[in-house]
T-cell receptor
């Protein structure tokens, strides 16, 4: 069965540094991958989408890479700020409208 | 502003009781979804609907029911058959094209009395 793994341990980063989060998947070759941010008690908010034929995608301080050989996506936040503290979720397209979701990684940016 | 509204924010269920969670969107999206989120787990799909008057079961549909009588509305009923209903429930919508992002409401937290 399809499986997505994100680091379950919280990631602590000093303000101003680059935060890197990992999303690994098995048994599947998704056409695209999405990253979302979720704050406590709120619904996820879409950040970036990257397709299988794209190696890298950028949006302001955010960068996503997609390595279909390693079956891995990396999510980077440069010049991190305390306001970036949240849980970040990755999701893969499973079939037509269905996504498979990782459990998310909690990011804590310390001032 | 367009968006998705879920209500209530908190809900308590008694033994043997059915409860209904509301989800309304004004984004003119055709597709709508219901997810369940438990601590330490990814979102799990309960039901989804691609068009009015049509819906499909997701991975964990047992003990739940839905309806899609209007494009804007996709209510979820948690029936008494769902023995472990305590969770955070999220409703989402997307346009009818594949690979479009999903837009979420702010969830309903359901607990057992």
């Amino acid at each position: 069965s399809q499986k997505i793994e994100q680091n379950s341990e919280a990631l602590n980063i000093q303000e101003g540094k680059t935060a890197t989060l990992t999303c690994n998947y098995t048994n599947y070759s998704p056409a695209y991958l999405q990253w979302y941010r979720q704050d406590p008690g709120r619904g996820p908010v879409f950040l970036l989408l990257i397709r299988e034929n794209e190696k890298e995608k950028r949006k302001e301080r955010l960068k996503v890479t997609f390595d279909t050989t390693l079956k891995q996506s990396l999510f980077h936040i440069t010049a991190s700020q305390p306001a970036d503290s949240a849980t970040y979720l990755c999701a893969l397209l499973y079939s037509n409208y269905q996504l498979i979701w990782g459990a998310g990684t909690k990011l804590i940016i310390k001032p | 502003d367009g968006g998705i509204t879920q209500s209530p924010k908190y809900l308590f269920r008694k033994e043997g009781q059915n409860v209904t969670l509301s989800c309304e969107q004004n984004l003119n999206h055709d597709a709508m979804y219901w997810y369940r989120q438990d601590p330490g787990q990814g979102l799990r799909l309960i039901y989804y609907s691609q068009i009015v008057n049509d819906f499909q079961k997701g991975d964990i549909a047992e003990g739940y029911s839905v309806s899609r009588e209007k494009k804007e509305s996709f209510p979820l009923t948690v029936t008494s058959a769902q023995k472990n209903p305590t969770a955070f429930y999220l409703c989402a919508s997307s346009s009818d094209r594949v690979n479009q992002p999903q837009h979420f409401g702010d969830g309903t937290r359901l607990s057992i009395l």
